[in-house]
């Protein structure tokens, strides 16, 4: 499948054709996973082309480069000019967002200090990340055999590009065994997220999502799903959730930046309620897409 990006990518304070935004194969990040990155969206809006959330998506990329000592040679007012020129640039109306940080080309063995610190901010017309009809009718996931990272082994708070090794093994076995997407243990057993997603289980009208000592990224779409789902006047809590309670759940539904909110239909071919979306996470998705169009206000704190 052809990449669906061409435009112009700002590389280290530039801005290169989509075809020249290239690296030397000697690339410590190639080798060693030693990259951060974000992904955020950007949607029409009546005042024209709105970036979801960027400060908190900026934050979050300074955050994890601080964890692996890879400092950005940019300041984040910098990098957030540098990507709202990417999108104006690139004439798009609504896109998805990929800045990069990684050690570059310098000296290849584990030691990256060699390495200088690169920046690259693509973007490209992303469409609907579990497929065109996940929003409405949901996904069928499974209960992947690999487990998220133990703490004190790959920082989970860290958008790391090596995290994304574990992820794939999700992804792949999920996809090969004829799921949508995978739910990820954590080392314990209880339910941490979907391979690029967070998770939200509803039972009873209570809405429990798992909390940060789970081996989550900690998403910015979770959040801005927790903040909302309270002011819809629904009870959230965040606590561990046994691997079972996804057999017996209402609703279940995933939230992140490239899947938005996707509602879940079955797990491991259990139907999820009534194996569709359910009316709360509709609500839900409701509410949030009101807000990337500008119709709808969030408190900004919960
Ligand atoms: N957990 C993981 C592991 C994850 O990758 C993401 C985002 C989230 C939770 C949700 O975070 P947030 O986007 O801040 O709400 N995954 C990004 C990358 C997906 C990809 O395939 O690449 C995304 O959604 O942009």
Redesign the pocket.
Known sequence: MPFPGTGPIWFNGEFVPWDEANVHVMTHALHYGSGVF????CYKTERGPAVFRLDE?VD?MFTSSKIYRMPIPYTPEQIRDAILDTIRRNELESC?I?PLVFRGYGQIGVNPRQCPVEVAIGVWDWGK?LGPEALEKGVNVCVSSWNRAAPNTFPALA?ASG??LN?QLAKMEALENGYEEAIVLDPSGYVS??????IFLIKDEGIITPPSSTS?????????VIVLARELGYEVVKRQVPRETLYIADELFF?????EVTPIATVDRIPVGEGKRGPMTEAIQEAFFAILREERKIATTG
């Open positions: 974000e992904g955020i969206r998506h979050r998805y990929r990340y958008k995290n994304y992820s997220e979907g391979s690029g997603e967070n989550i990224l900690p998403g910015i779409t979770r959040h801005s939230t992140g930046t490239a899947a």
